[in-house]
């Protein structure tokens, strides 16, 4: 089960840090990944992590600007925002899926588990 929170309303140009917590023990072989959904649009993924933590992925739209981090020993996955745009505003959703591997995954499809989204609302 996922937990994403950390979500609230921020002004432009301010930060955000987004927490995805899972009740799993063996959380440390999950990739994890987020992903968000503006009104209107489709859903596209923003950052995803590896098992480890060695191997990440942020899309371009958020590169430089938010960081993606996990703390195995916590079940833990955070995405720090920073320098938040109006087009950030969305619904943020974190997913995970099981891996044997090291790296990630970017496909929304492969995910199996979902949390219930986080509101990010960006004002001017």
């Known amino acids: 089960q996922l937990r994403a929170s950390g979500g609230g309303l921020v002004q432009a140009g301010g930060s955000l840090r987004l927490s995805c917590a899972a009740s799993?023990?063996?959380?440390?072989?999950?990739?994890v990944g987020w992903f968000r959904q503006a009104p209107g649009k489709e859903r596209e993924s923003v950052a995803a992590i590896s098992r480890g933590g060695t191997r990440k992925y942020h899309a371009d739209s958020v590169k430089g600007r938010f960081i993606i981090s996990r703390d195995n020993a916590r079940g833990t996955v955070y995405l720090q925002m920073n320098s938040l745009k109006l087009e950030d505003t969305a619904v943020y959703y974190c997913?995970?899926?099981?891996?044997?591997?090291?790296?990630?995954?970017?496909?929304?499809?492969?995910?199996?588990?979902w949390g219930q989204g986080t509101l990010v609302t960006v004002s001017s």
């Open positions: 799993e023990r063996t959380f440390s072989s999950y990739v």
């Open positions: 997913a995970a899926k099981i891996s044997v591997t090291g790296t990630y995954y970017i496909e929304a499809g492969l995910y199996n588990y």
